[in-house]
């Protein structure tokens, strides 16, 4: 059986993660103590059921510690288990939850050092719950949804279920520092060095992507050496990331607006390792 679980932080998008894999024909069951997790899968299977996506969360913390161990052993007997690790920065989940006027699911749970009459304000929930799901973290494929929307969200799930799960997948990452790095990058590398094509009034309305920006990238002797180390760096570290039982390494690239020389990169990188990997690219700050 194939077995999403979808878990992380409470406003980072788990429920628009699972209605995505239940449009994509997964059998999705919500908030599932990790406890009850063979059972279910169990219980699928005597209803010939081949495809399911569970969503754990901080509510279930009393058992959380023992979702490893039920991972690893629906591992052994056979079934395939994939992990997405949903994540955001602070400022994005105070944003989110003061939009829907919801409260977080930890603001009112006994803490010692939280009186029952007093509830916890949000960033210390938010604070409390990343350390509760760190281990869970470390296991999980991480997504940083803090630039996405739902919709962003939703085909970036669907993307990532639809290839092939069985090598590693390199995904390669465009982004603007001036939005932030990405919580989600394995592997980061600064490219704000190179020469900027959006101080061309020509080239600055224009993308990575576009043949004019591609011509004054290729014209730069640092752009060609640069990528070339980043290419041997990737392929001389990448053997020790598959011995570590990766299913997806992140590699970020940023420049200052996330417009041309990151967006330029990773398309150039996606071409070269496609010849030989699995290849998912991703330029945050491009929308369209």
Known sequence: ?????????????????????????????????????????????????????????????????????????????????????????THSLITRFSETRRSHPLSHRHHKNVSPDENRTLIEAIREERELMADIQMIGRVIDTSNSSANELRNRVKELVEIDQSPLTLHFESFGFKFGVPLDADILFDVRCLPNPYYDVKLRPLTGKDEAVREFMQAQPEVAELFGDICRFIEKWLPSFRKDNRSYLTVALGCTGGQHRSVYLVEKLAEHFRETEQVVTRHRELKS
Do not use: W
């Not at 024909?25 to 063979?38: A, H, I, K």
């Not at 899968?41 to 901080?58: C, G, I, M």
């Open 1 to 89: 059986m194939q077995i999403i679980l979808i878990t992380g932080i409470s406003g980072s998008g788990k429920s628009i993660a699972l209605n995505a894999l239940e449009d994509a024909g997964y059998f999705c069951v919500d908030n599932l103590p990790p406890v009850l997790l063979p059972s279910l899968v169990a219980t699928r299977l005597e209803e010939n059921s081949d495809k399911l996506a569970v969503a754990v969360d901080s509510r279930s913390a009393g058992s959380l510690d023992d979702l490893p161990r039920s991972i690893q052993s629906l591992k052994d007997t056979g079934h395939e288990v994939h992990v997405l690790f949903l994540t955001a920065d």
